[in-house]
């Protein structure tokens, strides 16, 4: 089985297309109009052996945010179609990835209550042209729309890439382990008997 989602979102701001695939090779297709973005997301797919394609318009003209929040919303939604009724996963991730003087920790509960946690200072406000305010902007959407619990840490670190790259290839590590098939799990990972 497939485990795949994909997700189309136009809106008077925006004209997204995208498509996640859990048990991929790490390959990515990106076009988002947001240069930084398509790094990071292509160290996402790359550190979680996922397979994203991301096609994306917006109004980046005005700046980066409906473009970087709406890829945020339609990854969560492209996750949750993916994992399906979560049978066999293992649930939990965490990862901890040093970048340079960077330490980033990500810690994910694909638990159904959606809840972002956000422990990192980003000492500049701008990488690039990207304004860096939009990496809690878009895992903030994450979080809510693939309905998982998630904590980002960052223990220590001064230069704000190394700090958001080693966050999203945290991110990447993290899901990738809480959304492995594991043997030893039967049905559903919850006592409710439902996530």
């Not at 979560?86 to 649930?91: S, V």
């Not at 690039?128 to 809510?144: I, N, S």
């Not at 729309?145 to 999203?168: C, D, K, P, S």
Request: with cysteine; hydrophobic share 40%.
């Amino acid at each position: 089985m497939v485990r795949k989602g994909t997700v189309e979102r136009k809106t008077g701001e925006t004209d997204i297309k995208l498509a996640y695939e859990i048990d991929g090779e790490g390959k990515s297709s990106l076009d988002t109009g947001v240069p930084f973005m398509n790094h990071m997301l292509d160290l996402f797919a790359k550190h979680g052996h996922f397979n994203l394609e991301v096609n994306a318009k917006g109004d980046t003209d005005v700046d980066d945010h409906h473009t970087t929040e709406d890829i945020g919303i339609c990854l969560g939604q492209a996750i949750v179609q993916a994992l399906g009724d979560k049978r066999g996963i293992k649930r939990y991730g965490n990862a901890f990835v040093p970048m340079d003087e960077t330490l980033a920790q990500v810690v994910i509960d694909l638990s159904n209550r959606p809840h972002l946690e956000f422990r990192a200072e980003l000492p500049a406000q701008k990488v690039g042209t990207f304004d860096t305010e939009l990496v809690h902007e878009f895992f903030w959407k994450l979080a809510l729309e693939a309905r998982m619990n998630l904590h980002v840490i960052v223990h220590y670190g001064h230069n704000t890439h190394h700090i958001i790259e080693a966050i999203f290839k945290a991110m990447a590590r993290a899901l990738d382990e809480a959304t492995t098939i594991d043997s030893r799990v039967k049905g559903i990972p919850s006592s409710k008997g439902m996530l």
